[in-house]
């Protein structure tokens, strides 16, 4: 029996963020290469992409590939870029059936020009839709993010086109690349390793963390749904007391 029941749909998280981890672990588990558990991801981001924007999740943020991951073997790095590529051009037509936006962010003048305009047609073809937005985060990191915040910061104001007194914490949010989007509620990494791997820092600030062993590409809806439960049974404080949430 779906678990989908024991979840409560005026509670639905508005963003989750997902640290999809634990490919290369999976082929090795399967006695194959790094590579096959790349391909054997894409069907779990599928999956998760489907059952986030049924439930209602309006946003919906993967990290895909991190500032770091260039530094893996270039062959791997080779084998990721074409698998992007491969993996837009099948699901653009999905994606646009389900009504859900592609937006990316990450320094994606980085990535070989056949993926990021495969991305930027993607983005292009699906920018009316008015569904879920499906963030991609890709050559991302948050401190190569903050530290972009900041170079722009100071420029502004070096030119006098902002002063410091102006510069709160939503001014330094609307400097990030995720100035459109709200911070993420839940966090979901899987595959066991309990560390945030430089993803979105300033913007889960409050989110709540959920952790499970699966490998990615056993992620599956069932898993999506056990997280979104555990999150429903949180308490969010922000800070205060029960008593005071109560109230
Ligand atoms: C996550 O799986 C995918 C990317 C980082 C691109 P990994 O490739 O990190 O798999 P493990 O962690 O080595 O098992
Ligand atoms: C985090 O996974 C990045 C992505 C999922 C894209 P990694 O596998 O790169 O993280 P570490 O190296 O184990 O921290
Ligand atoms: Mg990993």
């Excluded at 059952?51 to 790095?77: D, H, I």
């Excluded at 430089?198 to 889960?204: A, E, G, H, M, T």
Aim: glycine residues 4%; proline residues 3%; contains cysteine.
């Amino acid at each position: 029996m779906s678990l989908k029941q024991y979840i409560d749909p005026n509670r639905i998280p508005e963003h989750v963020a997902i640290i999809m981890d634990g490919n290369g672990r999976w082929a090795q588990a399967h006695g194959e290469q790094r590579v096959f558990g790349h391909h054997n991801g894409v069907h779990a981001v599928h999956c998760t992409t489907q059952v986030a924007a049924e439930l209602g999740v309006k946003y919906l943020t993967l990290y895909a590939f991190s500032t770091e991951n260039w530094n893996r073997p270039q062959a791997e790095v080779d084998a990721l870029m074409n698998l992007f590529v491969d993996t837009i051009e099948r699901e653009t037509p999905t994606l646009c059936e389900n009504n859900i936006r592609l937006t990316a962010i990450g320094d994606l003048a980085r990535l070989p020009e056949r993926t990021r305009e495969k991305f930027e047609e993607c983005i292009r073809r699906t920018a009316q839709n008015t569904g879920m937005t499906l963030v991609l985060a890709l050559s991302y990191s948050a401190r190569w993010e903050i530290t972009q915040a900041v170079r722009n910061i100071a420029a502004q104001v070096a030119e006098g086109t902002a002063n410091l007194n102006q510069i709160d914490e939503g001014y330094v949010s609307r400097n990030l690349t995720t100035k459109d989007i709200p911070d993420p509620d839940l966090l979901i990494r899987t595959s066991g390793e309990l560390r945030i791997s430089n993803f979105l820092l300033w913007q889960i600030a409050y989110a709540e963390l959920y952790f499970t062993d699966q490998y990615w590409p056993d992620f599956d809806e069932e898993s999506f749904y056990k997280a979104i439960i555990d999150y429903q049974h949180r308490e969010r404080r922000f800070g205060k007391t029960s008593e005071q949430l109560a109230k």
